[in-house]
């Protein structure tokens, strides 16, 4: 049963329904797929072995359809799509979309899949597969689908001695011991879930880089997953280590504006591309947590950013660099560090950098207002990191199913060109069609057999590559999605679990960080409570810099009156967080520091309703377990185990953090628990 997991969301079991799974063997009867490159051949193969293992079946490959066919290709090698009828569709979908549709030929029916690259053929054949395996009707199909985003990719934050920062699956699945000879099975499997889902690059190795990984010994490693991944279109990048002139280079300083340093990148960039043609630039974090940089020579982030732009421009390589910056220069609010830097850069980088910008200002809490350098830089790139490993999350214990936190950032209106100038706007170049486009997220995978630690955070890689996509897309549909080729397309498993983790990313802000809380997990670690923690180095490090509760009240004042941090978001955002009639619930101790008998919009006193999340938050928890445990009929034993022990944990850290939380912040309200309310577990 151990590939139960492994297998992810691409498990092509037997279709249990025995007629549907017959009519889509008539309907695919027979198969027209010229495949001559290693793209179209992974395609071709992906799609025998899916049909296969769903079907039972293997349609005869035929040159000419004269029966019921599912015909693939592109316009250069298959006259069928090169065809008039489908030149304007194709027309409309890049280089990495697809259509499909249901077209009937002299007395036949045919399902055809065409692209203009090997590419879109590739993401044609995972849809196709996706649509049999979620049990979807195929004989009226008229589809068309490209990326609303160029740059698709994953950040690993996997350090070459195979530890990961923020990781909970195990050990890096990049085995460089090993690299480049030893090609673990798993690199392809990796790039098949990849693909199936759009992402089209993937950052080796840590944002905290370490120069050794850009010496010609780990390059030629570098080199040999590329050749890996290659076939299913994704692309290798990697961390760049600002200070690697000096460290590997053997140079005296790392300054951007030194000619020395420029060409020793170039040179650098040239090295890599005669090893990697296809690589696709370098990451990079500058000037953050005690990371070399630009500013360590009087230059700023563009300086930094354009240099290293400049020696991979040769070879269409791209720059993304990243706006996570703080320290202890803005000692009074590190929310607003990012903006301060960015902002008066705008319009002064290369066309191939991309500047990420994480989804909010602090640090991937479990919920944050977005990141206000959205639609404040409309002559600059901008990409959207979002962190896919659950550090603020309860790591690979909880079940939180993240796409309503990225849905929330997506949809969020940054009115910096009226209304309606959404983050989504932002990032897929509606606001600005000049620029490049990009998301990332920090991939949750490691060595553990099921890839991510839990069955569970398996739906968040899944959700990040279906939203980066298509963002559009709603949390529901990709929920349904992975659960039926996840687990099961009964109608009962479906409807119910679905229903639960829609819900599980409220549950864990309740019993974490209710009402607009942030930051307060323990100060090492991130894991469990530490809202009293107070004793690391730097004040912005410490919980109680971010939840300020004093006998007065709790929450970090960052109105025009406190921080005034809201002033970096254009007006009509900044009114409705600056004042408490506006300012939503979900947000009020982000922005606001109230009184403890502060009268909310339910009429309660904000300690009463504090409490209230907490225990709302723990019962939430309690109800997604009996609905767990009546769901053993449709899920293997095994992962029904380990889901059923996994949410034991959660519901003891959930009861632990709410009790923690309750009790320390008692010492301050000096109001009583309401006699409603069960007596906190952990005295
Ligand atoms: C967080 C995280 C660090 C990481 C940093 C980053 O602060 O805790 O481990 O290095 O983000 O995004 O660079």
Redesign the pocket.
């Known amino acids: 049963h151990a590939e139960d997991g492994y297998r992810l969301w691409l498990r092509y079991d037997a279709i249990s329904n025995k007629s549907l799974a017959q009519s889509y063997r008539s309907a695919i009867s027979q198969l027209v797929f010229p495949a001559r490159n290693p793209v179209l051949d992974a395609a071709k193969k992906e799609l025998r072995s899916g049909l296969k293992g769903l079907l039972q079946h293997q349609p005869a490959e035929v040159k000419t359809a004269t029966g019921n066919a599912l015909v693939i290709g592109m316009p250069q090698n298959n006259s069928l799509v090169a065809g008039a009828q489908f030149k304007t569709v194709l027309n409309g979908l890049g280089t990495d979309g697809y259509f499909i549709r249901s077209v009937a030929t002299g007395g036949k029916n045919c399902l055809v899949i065409g692209a203009n690259t090997d590419k879109g053929v590739l993401y044609g054949v995972f849809n196709l597969l996706r649509l049999l395996q979620t049990n979807k009707p195929i004989d009226h199909l008229n589809t068309a689908d490209q990326p609303s985003v160029t740059y698709r990719i994953l950040d690993h ?1 996997d350090n070459l001695n195979r530890t990961v ?2 990781g909970y699956a195990g050990f890096s699945i990049w085995n460089w011991h090993k690299l480049p000879e030893f090609i673990d099975p798993r690199y392809l499997d990796y790039a098949r879930a990849n693909a199936s889902i759009g992402i089209n690059g993937t950052v080796l190795n840590n ?2 880089a370490n120069a050794l990984s850009l010496t010609n010994q780990y390059l030629v490693k570098a080199a040999a997953i590329a050749n890996a991944l290659r076939p299913y279109g994704i692309r290798v990048y990697l961390s760049a280590r600002f200070s690697a002139p000096i460290e590997i280079g053997g140079l005296k300083t790392a300054d951007p504006l030194d000619p020395t340093v420029k060409k020793w990148w170039a040179d650098k960039a040239d090295e890599i591309y005669r090893l990697i043609p296809d690589f696709g630039g370098f990451l990079v ?1 500058a000037n ?2 005690g990371q070399p940089g630009p500013q360590s020579y009087g230059r700023n982030h563009a300086d930094g950013a354009n240099m290293l732009a400049d020696a991979v421009a040769p070879h269409h390589g791209i720059v993304m660099w ?1 706006a ?1 910056v703080y320290d202890n220069n803005v000692p009074d609010d590190r929310a607003k560090q990012a903006y301060n830097e960015f902002k008066p850069l705008d319009g002064q980088f290369r066309s191939n950098v991309i500047i990420q910008v994480k989804n909010g200002a602090i ?2 809490q479990p919920r944050e207002p977005f990141h206000p350098l959205f639609g404040a830089m409309p002559k600059t790139a901008l990409m959207l990191e979002l962190q896919i490993t659950q ?1 603020y999350l309860g790591f690979s214990t909880h079940l939180v199913y993240e796409a309503p936190l990225v849905k929330e950032c997506l949809d969020a209106d940054t009115y910096s060109a009226g209304k309606g100038s959404t983050v989504v706007k932002v990032l897929t170049g509606k606001m600005n069609p000049d620029l490049i486009t990009g998301i990332a997220g920090v991939a949750n995978i490691g060595t553990d057999m099921n890839w991510c630690g839990h069955p569970f955070a398996q739906a968040n890689w899944y959700a990040f590559g279906r939203l980066a996509w298509n963002p559009a897309q709603t949390s529901t549909a990709i929920a349904d999605d992975w659960l039926r080729m996840t687990f099961s397309n009964s109608q009962t498993f479906v409807a119910d679990v679905k229903k639960f983790m829609l819900q599980s990313r409220e549950n864990t802000v309740n019993y974490m960080t209710p009402l607009g809380l942030h930051h307060i997990m323990a100060a090492t670690g ?1 894991y469990g409570p530490g809202p009293w923690d107070n004793n690391l180095s730097r004040a912005d490090w410490n919980p109680i810099y971010y939840h300020k509760a004093d006998a007065n009240g709790i929450g970090f004042d960052r109105t025009t009156q406190g921080s005034n941090a809201v002033g970096q978001y254009a007006p009509q955002v900044r009114d409705a967080f600056n004042n408490l009639a506006a300012c939503p619930d979900i947000y009020l101790l982000w922005f606001h520091h109230l009184p403890w008998n502060y009268k909310m919009r339910s009429g309660e006193t904000l300690w009463n309703e504090l409490v209230d999340h907490y225990y709302r938050g723990v019962d939430s928890v309690r109800a997604m377990q009996q609905i767990w445990n009546r769901m053993g009929t449709y899920v293997d034993s095994e992962r029904f185990t380990e889901v059923q022990q996994l949410m034991n944990i959660q519901l003891n850290e959930a009861t632990r953090w709410r009790d923690a939380c309750v009790q320390y912040f008692q010492t301050f309200s000096n109001m009583p628990i309401p006699a409603k309310y069960p007596r906190p577990l952990h005295p």
């Open positions: 934050w920062e923020r944002v905290n974090k953050s947590e990243r996570f640090d991937f550090e991130h």
